[in-house]
């Protein structure tokens, strides 16, 4: 990839990566952010006529900047472009988008010089071949009047096959010019690669040698693995370039060639004058390393040529010089052993100081890099106390390296509560397996131990983190107390953040919250208490269970991200603040806002997958405001988390989610039959294979797959729903009561365990279970105060006439969860109200309920305000009102049985049928045939009874008989009486056998009229305004295809069933649809 900007005084501070939208440019498909420094940000983009993927860089001020600033970016584009060299990255295009100018470059795949060597040389002649090329750049460049003043192994990019490209000329400036190209206020240079002149900031002395002396600085780090000059600070490091001769490159490598330490040598030295005249005259000498003549760098004397020459003509001179090297080489030997040694333990002691700097800093993989580069040098030597330290630092990194694994792996925001229990068992384990200290050691020796560490701030954080997974009571007080002891500033705010006491008062946590200087505690610390605060919720999870919990910590969202805005800023290369940012924002339910944050982390890290994972999440999210392509989007991202992690369950599991969710049901299935070879015991895999079975129709293995879920996770309220749908589908509804029964009898089973138990039982017509189940749930939750468990213990408990106690309860807890602040409720108020509203019909006040079921309760999704209010009208004596009422309730919902697989739907059939039997008494000798409705509203009040009984043929007359006395009704509901006409015209059905084949080819028609009825009326649609409405369109189609109940004149195998003429009528009306979902799915 285009790797990110950096080093030159440029950090991800400024912009952060999180805080970069990505940009509309015309012409330009924007995918993602590459990279941000002190000049600009880098995008990768794609132009979209051309269909070739470039890198586009944008003005880090943007439409901020000033003439001063905007000319010099332009000449930064018209400088690079002016550079048609093979190695100098292309520039395509310049442009100016919203007062924003950019540039667009090739895109350069492979990703950096720095990222390949990663403290690793690479062999001499692929050194020098590579830095040739790069002297042939620069001498274009100089050519042409342009000096680059920032050549660094990070701005060299390689292709796929390895060719060098230098980019970034943002400190480039034209010789006799004033500043910089591009930046402002930026340091002129990195100082391991900056020329002694450079860094003494004489500005008019800097020339072409600058850049002579930096590629020297590249060749050494291409054959020594590290630069020239590298200290702690900058500061330390000018100091070192100007005042010490840097180490030769055979010192820290004995493989490196006289003749190529002699050129990197000469670009290194100190005096402008002396290194090569020019970059050409660098590259010649390279050239003459690779093809083995004479450098100009160091003329050749006689011996030098007498050796050259024995190298080539060896046995000519063999018996010259045998008798003299044998002697020669007798007396030298042992000397040079002994000097051999000396300079690789050297060597390997300046390696030592180096990985410690860098697991200090956490620069992981470039210690790792370090440590085996020592191994490298000592080989086969004998030096054991230089080699257990190497082995001390190299169980460092395998122990960070393990932490970081044990962070990512529990799952702390992604599955909230799953995962807690093994990480806590993970950090105990790694930490007692390194010798720190487990769980009950003495917290005091433990804490030294980690203070002692070269890994402190990592071990640090390691503790911070595991504070947060801790759910058995007395584990995290020593944790915390380690932690505490091992702090070596131990400010007032860090003592009370890793007080356990505090930790469970949430006061106190808000006014941790408010008064935290982010930018000065570490990010671990500060992310465990906004841990701290999301779990220290009035309502455990003990108590109530995950459904519950989950709705708090959305609620909770108020405080958390604006907490977590501050933490992300102070904080913005960390990962983890990135996630944790997001993650907030999708349990806020907003995931658009947490894509740029998910996006950081794929820039900071593109080979992490929990990045690509996240973002797929953000972009998949329910809540997103993209349209049906965002399924597409994330499926892309999960995907590449895939081939990042392979096996990874998680990633499985919402790769299959996403896939299923477009409608995609047979990939969905072979992706978790796929990812179970490897994850066979995770049961939600099991579940969502389920759930894509159960969409295409095999329910059978629906079930089995549903049972192997509960059997790995019998507690999930998910698969249980899940199962639940499955068996109603089946009608085998039966089937789940009584072993939803023995899941009752558990120890103290929470509210979401017992939430749908009663409307289930209703639903069957258990009536006795029923009352069972209502006293149960007053028992346990009739005194809860939290609005949510009243509303539905209330809402299970009024499905039925209740006296006495019971019904003072029911009324309590409806009237609880009706007084909650509306904005505090959100999306629930019309749920809080419609409770209230059916206290109050239970009750025998009908015109308060009327009242309420027409003010905010009317706003609940679904008839279940309709229904009460039609029962309401009719004990008022308003039976005209009531039966309208009632009909539309008919008419806007899907009754047929397999949608009664949640409690929501369990309730709204046992009101149903509560209204039908007040409402329609005649309703069993309507339905068949013996009387005929009064009026359309009778006629429409069957819709119900016959759509749960799979009555299609009786379905499809009462459509067309309603439209017939309506026309009006045919625009809102031709979809719903083409699919009961289908199934009607295609056997199915419990009334079936009443229809001969004339009548069923007559339905099919019918079906194939309607259908056709409404794709003109999406077309004609679309002709009205079409990029308004294109999306709209395309969802309502495109829902077509996947409609089960269409099968039957839609699926090829069910076509070949029917006579050539009909099949033909159908193929023509399906290509119509899908010539329409392609014209709707991108915009005009």
């Known amino acids: 990839m285009f790797p990110p900007e950096a080093d030159s005084g440029s950090d991800l501070r400024s912009p952060p990566v999180g805080d970069v939208p990505l940009p509309d440019v015309p012409g330009y498909e924007v995918e993602t952010v590459l990279g941000a420094g002190g000049m600009g940000v880098v995008f990768k983009a794609r132009h979209m006529r051309l269909n070739r993927v470039v890198a586009l860089k944008m003005a880090l001020a943007g439409a901020y900047a000033g003439a001063h600033e905007r000319e010099r970016f332009q000449r930064e584009a018209e400088s690079i472009a002016a550079l048609r060299h093979p190695n100098v990255v292309q520039v395509h295009d310049v442009g100016d988008s919203a007062g924003k100018p950019y540039f667009t470059m090739e895109y350069v795949e492979g990703g950096s010089l720095a990222e390949k060597l990663a403290g690793t040389p690479l062999p001499a002649g692929t050194a020098a071949a590579l830095v040739a090329d790069l002297a042939a750049a620069v001498h274009?460049?100089?050519?042409?009047?342009?000096?680059?003043?920032?050549?660094?192994?990070?701005?060299?990019?390689?292709?796929?096959?390895?060719?060098?490209?230098?980019?970034?000329?943002?400190?480039?400036?034209?010789?006799?010019?004033?500043?910089?190209?591009?930046?402002?206020?930026?340091?002129?240079?990195?100082?391991?690669?900056?020329?002694?002149?450079?860094?003494?900031?004489?500005?008019?002395?800097?020339?072409?040698?600058?850049?002579?002396?930096?590629?020297?600085?590249?060749?050494?780090?291409?054959?020594?693995?590290?630069?020239?000059?590298?200290?702690?600070?900058?500061?330390?490091?000018?100091?070192?370039?100007?005042?010490?001769?840097?180490?030769?490159?055979?010192?820290?490598?004995?493989?490196?060639?006289?003749?190529?330490?002699?050129?990197?040598?000469?670009?290194?030295?100190?005096?402008?004058?002396?290194?090569?005249?020019?970059?050409?005259?660098?590259?010649?000498?390279?050239?003459?390393v690779l093809r083995g003549d004479a450098i100009a760098a160091r003329p050749e004397g006689r011996?030098?040529?007498?050796?050259?020459?024995?190298?080539?003509?060896?046995?000519?001179a063999v018996g010259v010089t045998a008798g003299v090297l044998l002697a020669a080489l007798v007396l030298a030997g042992g000397l040079w052993l002994l000097f051999d040694r000396a300079v690789v333990e050297r060597a390997v002691a300046d390696d030592l100081t180096e990985i410690d700097d860098r697991l200090q800093k956490r620069s992981f993989g470039e210690a790792r890099a370090t440590i085996e580069r020592a191994q490298a040098r000592l080989g086969s030597r004998e030096s054991p106390a230089l080699r257990r330290q190497l082995h001390l630092r190299l169980r460092d990194c395998d122990l960070a390296d393990r932490l970081e694994r044990i962070n990512l792996d529990s799952a702390i925001i992604i599955d909230s509560l799953a995962g807690f229990e093994q990480a806590d068992k993970n950090y105990d384990e790694a930490l007692g397996e390194h010798g720190i200290g487990r769980h009950g050691d003495d917290p005091e020796a433990v804490a030294?131990?980690?203070?002692?560490?070269?890994?402190?701030?990592?071990?640090?954080?390691?503790?911070?983190?595991?504070?947060?997974?801790?759910?058995?009571?007395?584990?995290?007080?020593?944790?915390?107390?380690?932690?505490?002891?091992?702090?070596?500033?131990?400010?007032?705010?860090?003592?009370?953040?890793?007080?356990?006491?505090?930790?469970?008062?949430?006061?106190?946590?808000?006014?941790?919250?408010?008064?935290?200087?982010?930018?000065?505690?570490?990010?671990?610390?500060?992310?465990?208490?906004?841990?701290?605060?999301?779990?220290?919720?009035?309502?455990?999870?003990?108590?109530?269970?995950?459904?519950?919990?989950?709705?708090?910590?959305?609620?909770?969202s108020e405080h958390q991200i604006p907490f977590l805005t501050k933490v992300q800023r102070g904080h913005p290369n960390d990962l983890w603040a990135n996630i944790y940012l997001g993650y907030a924002l999708v349990l806020g339910n907003k995931p658009d806002e947490a894509v740029r944050y998910f996006q950081a982390v794929v820039a900071l890290r593109p080979r992490w997958q929990v990045g690509h994972h996240s973002l797929g999440l953000a972009l998949g999210a329910p809540a997103s405001s993209r349209g049906p392509e965002r399924f597409e989007e994330a499926v892309a991202y999960f995907r590449k988390a895939l081939e990042l992690e392979p096996n990874s369950a998680k990633t499985n599991h919402s790769l299959a989610s996403a896939l299923g969710s477009a409608g995609r049901h047979d990939e969905a299935i072979a992706q978790v039959e796929a990812a179970l070879r490897f994850n066979y015991d995770v049961g939600k895999l099991r579940?969502?294979?389920?759930?894509?079975?159960?969409?295409?129709?095999?329910?059978?293995?629906?079930?089995?797959?549903?049972?192997?879920?509960?059997?790995?996770?019998?507690?999930?309220?998910?698969?249980?729903?899940?199962?639940?749908?499955?068996?109603?589908?089946?009608?085998?509804?039966?089937?789940?009561?009584?072993?939803?029964?023995?899941?009752?009898?558990?120890?103290?089973?929470?509210?979401?365990?017992?939430?749908?138990?009663?409307?289930?039982?209703?639903?069957?017509?258990?009536?006795?279970?029923?009352?069972?189940?209502?006293?149960?749930?007053?028992?346990?939750?009739?005194?809860?105060?939290?609005?949510?468990?009243?509303?539905?213990?209330?809402?299970?408990?009024?499905?039925?006439p209740a006296s006495g106690e019971e019904l003072s309860k029911v009324v309590a807890l409806a009237d609880l969860a009706a007084r909650t602040d509306p904005k505090k409720a959100g999306a629930l108020h019309p749920y809080y109200q419609f409770v209230k509203g059916l206290a109050e019909y239970r009750q025998g006040h009908f015109e308060r309920a009327i009242a309420v079921m027409r003010g905010d309760a009317s706003k609940m999704s679904g008839p279940l305000p309709q229904l009460v209010l039609s029962m309401a009208l009719h004990q008022t004596r308003k039976g005209a009102e009531a039966r309208k009422v009632f009909a539309a309730a008919m008419l806007a919902h899907e009754w047929r049985e397999g949608k009664g697989d949640m409690p929501d739907g369990w309730i709204r059939h046992v009101l149903r049928r509560e209204a039908e039997r007040m409402i329609v008494p005649n309703l069993a000798a309507l339905v068949d045939g013996k009387q005929r409705p009064r009026d359309n509203d009778e006629r429409l009040a069957m819709i119900g009874i016959c759509r749960f009984e799979?009555?299609?043929?009786?379905?499809?007359?009462?459509?067309?008989?309603?439209?017939?006395?309506?026309?009006?009704?045919?625009?809102?509901?031709?979809?719903?009486?083409?699919?009961?006409?289908?199934?009607?015209?295609?056997?199915?059905?419990?009334?079936?056998?009443?229809?001969?084949?004339?009548?069923?080819?007559?339905?099919?028609?019918?079906?194939?009229?309607?259908?056709g009825e409404d794709y003109s009326g999406g077309a004609w649609a679309l002709d009205q305004d079409f990029n308004k409405l294109r999306t709209l369109v395309n969802q309502a189609f495109a829902r077509w295809l996947n409609e089960p109940e269409l099968a039957g004149i839609r699926d090829p195998a069910e076509l070949e069933k029917l006579p050539a003429s009909e099949r033909s009528e159908c193929q023509e009306l399906w290509a119509k649809v899908h010539a329409l979902l392609e014209l709707t799915s991108k915009p005009k």
């Open 950 to 1011: 799979n009555r299609f043929a009786a379905l499809a007359r009462i459509y067309t008989e309603a439209f017939a006395a309506d026309p009006r009704l045919a625009e809102a509901h031709r979809l719903a009486a083409a699919r009961v006409a289908v199934q009607a015209g295609c056997g199915h059905g419990t009334d079936a056998g009443s229809l001969g084949e004339a009548e069923r080819r007559n339905w099919r028609a019918q079906a194939r009229k309607w259908l």
């Open 448 to 556: 030294a131990r980690v203070r002692e560490s070269r890994l402190h701030a990592t071990l640090l954080a390691a503790l911070d983190r595991w504070s947060v997974v801790i759910r058995t009571p007395g584990r995290v007080e020593w944790v915390l107390k380690v932690a505490d002891l091992a702090e070596p500033d131990r400010t007032p705010w860090r003592r009370d953040a890793r007080n356990p006491d505090l930790r469970r008062d949430r006061k106190v946590l808000l006014g941790l919250i408010a008064r935290a200087r982010v930018e000065e505690e570490s990010a671990a610390l500060l992310l465990a208490v906004s841990s701290a605060l999301r779990d220290n919720n009035k309502l455990q999870p003990g108590r109530a269970g995950q459904r519950e919990f989950d709705r708090v910590r959305i609620q909770d």
């Open 303 to 316: 011996t030098r040529r007498a050796m050259r020459a024995v190298r080539r003509h060896p046995t000519l």
């Open 140 to 288: 274009a460049a100089h050519s042409a009047g342009i000096i680059h003043r920032d050549l660094k192994p990070g701005n060299v990019l390689l292709t796929a096959d390895g060719t060098p490209k230098i980019s970034d000329f943002g400190l480039a400036r034209r010789l006799g010019g004033q500043a910089g190209l591009t930046r402002t206020g930026a340091g002129l240079g990195t100082p391991s690669y900056m020329a002694p002149e450079q860094a003494r900031g004489t500005a008019a002395a800097v020339g072409p040698p600058a850049d002579i002396y930096a590629l020297g600085a590249i060749l050494y780090e291409t054959l020594t693995g590290r630069p020239p000059f590298r200290a702690e600070s900058s500061a330390e490091t000018v100091h070192q370039l100007l005042n010490q001769d840097p180490v030769p490159p055979s010192r820290l490598n004995g493989k490196v060639p006289r003749d190529l330490e002699t050129i990197c040598l000469k670009c290194l030295r100190k005096e402008p004058r002396l290194r090569y005249a020019t970059a050409d005259a660098l590259n010649d000498d390279l050239r003459r």
């Open 687 to 800: 579940s969502t294979l389920a759930a894509s079975l159960k969409a295409k129709g095999r329910i059978e293995e629906c079930l089995v797959q549903y049972k192997l879920a509960l059997a790995l996770e019998p507690d999930n309220p998910l698969v249980l729903n899940g199962y639940r749908a499955a068996l109603l589908q089946a009608g085998r509804c039966a089937e789940l009561r009584p072993v939803w029964g023995k899941l009752l009898d558990g120890e103290r089973p929470a509210h979401s365990d017992w939430y749908g138990y009663a409307e289930l039982c209703l639903f069957l017509g258990e009536e006795g279970e029923y009352r069972r189940a209502r006293r149960a749930l007053l028992d346990r939750f009739g005194t809860n105060d939290f609005p949510t468990i009243a509303e539905r213990t209330a809402r299970a408990c009024l499905l039925r």
